[in-house]
């Protein structure tokens, strides 16, 4: 006898193959390269024992309830959850499965990049390069800003926090300084107000997760209070950042420069006003897309999947 599995994406192909192998899976599964539309979703969820979504996936209690009863897991590929309804998924009894730890260090490793893309104008100089804007030699041309003996403030300094001041240490940050909910062990850094680390901070990394009390929390007057020459980088979430007051600010030069690869909406529309300021790199979202991530975080969905179906416990459950 099946169980029904759905999935809204096609995954990295060992993990794909390796779902299509299980005997024990009626798999429905989205094959275009865009979202599975929410109509699609809404129709294809019914009966379905096990979901295995993304990001873009809004998982509502609409969607939710249009499973049914049997429904028994969710599990996401990414370590963020706030695209799920965790109430309502606690009312049905619904486990939820994630992918932590794994995308740590490919999602640092971005975060360090738009910090030294944002830093070191790589907009502009790729502009320059390929549209004729290089003509000529000039001192102060493309000048950007320097790690050595600066401050770095990190905004929820967690598993991914800790790894980008790692990079970033080795650039020559001095001084780490982070705002959160609770002191961090072991971390040479300081625990300090959200206002003193805007106001001491030459590269401002946000890495906490979005949530009620973190929502816009980024607006004009946090950037009015942050330095002239700060660099300000988002690899959580669109929603941490008041987006009109993110491009107030680098267009007024409040602050130098923002490397963003969240933002809202996702996709960016073309006419956002983000687009046009060449002090603001944007990437798609692709913080944990590694090859070795992303096959890695399919495994361990798949591997969720295989568990609950079995009415085992899940490996890689999200814990409310
Ligand atoms: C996603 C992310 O995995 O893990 C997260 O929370 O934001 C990314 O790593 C990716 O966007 C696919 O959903």
């Known amino acids: 006898f099946l169980s029904k599995v759905v999935a809204t994406r096609r995954l990295l192909p060992d ?14 599964q989205w094959q275009g390269d865009n979202t599975m ?27 939710l309830e249009a499973a ?26 619904i486990k939820i499965g994630y992918t932590p730890e794994v995308l740590t260090d ?31 030699w000039r001192a102060a041309w493309l000048c950007g800003h320097q790690f050595t003996g600066k401050t770095l403030g990190v905004v929820g300094l967690g598993r991914i926090g800790q790894a980008v001041a790692k990079r970033l240490g080795a650039f020559g940050i001095d001084r780490l300084i982070y ?31 979005l949530t009620p009390d973190t929502k816009e929390m980024f ?10 020459n700060a660099i300000f980088v988002n690899i959580s979430r669109g929603g941490v950042v008041k987006q009109d007051d993110l491009a107030r600010a680098l267009k007024e030069k409040l602050i130098a420069g923002a490397g963003l690869d ?40 798949i591997d969720n999947v295989l568990a609950v179906l079995e009415d085992k416990a899940i490996p890689y459950e999200l814990k409310r």
């Open 262 to 301: 969240v933002t809202t909406p996702e996709p960016l529309p073309l006419d956002d006003p983000l687009q046009s300021l060449d002090n603001c790199v944007v990437l798609p979202h692709i913080g944990s897309a590694t090859f070795e991530t992303r096959e890695t975080m399919c495994g361990m969905m």
């Open 15 to 28: 993990s794909q193959a390796r779902l299509e192998r299980q005997e024990n899976i009626d798999l429905v």
């Open 68 to 93: 049914g009863p049997q429904l028994k897991l969710v599990t996401t590929l990414s370590v963020g959850f706030d695209h799920v309804d965790l109430k309502t998924a606690k009312e049905k009894n």
């Open 219 to 228: 607006d004009y007057e946090a950037f009015k209070k942050m330095k002239k």
């Open 179 to 209: 705002w959160g909910r609770t002191k961090k062990e072991g971390v040479d850094g300081e625990l300090v107000s959200m206002d003193e680390l805007l106001k001491d901070s030459d590269f401002v990394l946000v890495c906490c997760p």
């Open 37 to 63: 539309p929410r109509d699609q979703l809404l129709k294809d969820i019914k009966g379905a024992e096990a979901l295995i979504c993304m990001l873009s996936d809004k998982i509502d209690k609409e969607v």
């Open 106 to 136: 490919a999602t640092a490793d971005l975060a360090a990049l738009l910090t030294l893309a944002a830093a070191r104008n790589m907009k502009q100089g790729i502009d320059a390069v390929q549209n004729g804007g290089w003509q000529d």
